[in-house]
């Protein structure tokens, strides 16, 4: 079995391009989501316990008792120490979940390839295994349109994001296939067809 990283920046189109694999390739994929993951992570009660503790109770809504990720998201984007901190709790337990599912569906012998959508797998040093990294990447333009269409997050906010992350001509000199996500959703569709046909 195959195991690939779908990784990229903020607004690049990564989780878009992994369905897209995946719809084309059915029982032949099994995908994983970091960020999937992370926020049901963040939904356990030991981890949200140990997040409030750390961040402190400005990340918590008064209504619902529970952390309001609009709030722990400014926290962590104005800080990068708060940041390192939060994702010192979090990223052990996405990791191990991520290896865990790799070697099941390994295991099972169904699938030909495992993809991991992983946000930040340069930032965290490459520790997830690949065979293949592919970078969805796109204009810092195109990342901010996308960021205030679709998120309605302001500049700063947006500003402080795309600073959190590696340059994307970093990523992309590092990866070993790199899909442009500038254009319409038919030209991502295209792109994901022609790999699987290519790998597959």
Same mark, same amino acid.
């Given at each position: 079995?195959?195991?690939?990283?779908?990784?990229?920046?903020?607004?690049?189109?990564?989780?878009? @391009?992994?369905?897209?694999?995946?719809?084309?390739?059915?029982?032949?994929?099994?995908?994983?989501?970091?960020?999937? @993951?992370?926020?049901?992570?963040?939904?356990?009660?030991?981890?949200?316990?140990?997040?409030?503790?750390?961040?402190?109770?400005?990340?918590?809504?008064?209504?619902?008792?529970?952390?309001?990720?609009?709030?722990?998201?400014?926290?962590?984007?104005?800080?990068?120490?708060?940041?390192?901190?939060?994702?010192? %709790?979090?990223?052990? *337990?996405?990791?191990?979940?991520?290896?865990?599912?790799?070697?099941?569906?390994?295991?099972? *012998?169904?699938?030909?390839? @495992?993809?991991?959508?992983?946000? +930040?797998?340069?930032?965290?040093?490459?520790?997830?295994?690949?065979?293949?990294?592919?970078?969805?990447?796109?204009?810092?333009?195109?990342?901010?349109?996308? +960021?205030?269409?679709?998120?309605?997050?302001?500049?700063?906010? %947006? *500003?402080?994001?795309?600073?959190?992350?590696?340059?994307?001509?970093?990523?992309?000199?590092?990866?070993?296939?790199?899909?442009?996500?500038?254009?319409?959703?038919?030209?991502?569709?295209?792109?994901? @067809?022609?790999?699987?046909?290519?790998?597959?």
């Amino acid at each position: 079995m195959k195991s690939w990283v779908v990784t990229g920046g903020v607004g690049t189109g990564k989780s878009s @391009f992994c369905k897209m694999l995946a719809n084309f390739a059915g029982a032949k994929m099994a995908t994983f989501s970091c960020d999937e @993951f992370s926020r049901q992570l963040l939904n356990e009660k030991g981890i949200s316990t140990r997040v409030i503790q750390v961040l402190g109770h400005e990340i918590v809504d008064p209504a619902t008792a529970a952390i309001d990720r609009h709030r722990l998201r400014d926290l962590v984007f104005l800080s990068a120490e708060k940041r390192r901190e939060l994702e010192a %709790i979090l990223h052990p *337990g996405v990791l191990s979940e991520l290896e865990h599912q790799r070697l099941e569906v390994e295991s099972a *012998g169904v699938a030909k390839v @495992f993809v991991a959508e992983v946000p +930040l797998y340069y930032e965290i040093g490459m520790s997830v295994k690949a065979d293949m990294a592919i970078v969805v990447a796109a204009t810092e333009a195109v990342q901010r349109r996308r +960021l205030m269409e679709h998120r309605q997050l302001d500049e700063p906010t %947006i *500003g402080r994001m795309l600073d959190a992350q590696l340059p994307m001509a970093e990523k992309t000199g590092r990866a070993d296939v790199v899909v442009w996500n500038d254009g319409s959703p038919a030209m991502l569709e295209a792109q994901a @067809f022609a790999l699987l046909a290519e790998q597959l």
